[in-house]
């Protein structure tokens, strides 16, 4: 079995994401890059991180015009990530665009073709927020539609939340990996998740890859607490 926990490093700047990587690396198959880390460490911070010799998933949620993409994504590729993000709503021509952008850099770079995700609707929107920018207000019609697209693009991952994955494995192609958060294993509070799994139903559910953030973080000893999670895995 490979090691589907992606640590979340939900942290603040460089020093922190360090020294929690280096802490737990051996017990998680990839580090989660986002937004919050990326922007104010910048693109040396994915170095570093890969130096702890994890996989790293840059979730920068790219959502731009397919020209812009194609290089966005291209520039992620340079960096040595292994996973990124780009948002389904920017329509089958930027996601085909990502992914062939993905498939000629690794190409180029002579590295496995790291796997774009495509983001659905974030779990963030309900249907109000869906009707307020003129979508189809049912959430769950609009993610299946999203991630039907998505797999006609050629997409080869999605992002989607625990409660999804069953009804996603029903309609998207077998070999598209599934990228979870929303996880949590009982033993800590859910924090503002609402809609949790724990790591093993999300895994028989369906999951490949299951993304942890505060139930590792922010644990008291959070090596033990991936090697205790992985534990439930196997
Ligand atoms: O701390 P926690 O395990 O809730 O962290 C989950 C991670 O997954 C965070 O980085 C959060 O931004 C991300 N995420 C999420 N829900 C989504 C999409 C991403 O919690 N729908």
Same mark, same amino acid.
């Given at each position: ?113 790291? &796997? =774009?995700? +495509? ?6 929107? *309900?249907?109000?927020?869906? #009707? %307020?920018?003129?979508? $189809? ?72 890859? &299951? =993304?942890? +953030? ?6 008291? *000893?959070?090596?033990?607490? #991936? %090697?205790?999670?992985? $534990?439930?895995?196997?």
């Amino acid at each position: 079995m490979h090691n589907p926990i992606i640590a979340a490093l939900d942290v603040p700047n460089a020093a922190a994401a360090v020294q929690l990587a280096e802490l737990i690396a051996p017990a998680v198959g990839a580090f989660k890059i986002g937004g919050e880390l990326f922007t104010a460490a910048g693109p040396d911070i994915v170095k570093r991180i890969r130096a702890t010799g994890a996989n790293v998933f840059l979730d920068l949620k790219f959502h731009d015009i397919p020209n812009t993409v194609t290089k966005s994504v291209a520039s992620a590729i340079r960096l040595n990530v292994q996973m990124l993000t780009i948002h389904t709503s920017g329509g089958g021509e930027m996601m085909r665009a990502a992914e062939k952008s993905a498939q000629d850099t690794a190409q180029q770079l002579g590295v496995p073709v790291p &796997l =774009v995700l +495509g983001v659905t609707v974030l779990t963030s929107s *309900n249907g109000a927020t869906l #009707a %307020e920018i003129g979508c $189809e207000p049912d959430v769950e019609k609009q993610v299946s539609r999203l991630a039907l697209l998505a797999a006609q693009s050629g997409l080869r991952g999605l992002v989607c939340s625990p409660l999804e994955i069953i009804a996603l494995r029903k309609i998207i192609p077998a070999h598209v990996q599934l990228v979870t958060p929303g996880i949590r294993t009982g033993a800590e509070k859910a924090d503002d998740q609402k809609r949790t799994l724990t790591p093993r139903e999300a895994i028989a559910a369906g999951a490949n890859w &299951l =993304v942890i +953030g505060r139930p590792i973080y922010a644990a008291e *000893n959070p090596r033990a607490a #991936a %090697e205790k999670i992985l $534990e439930t895995l196997r």
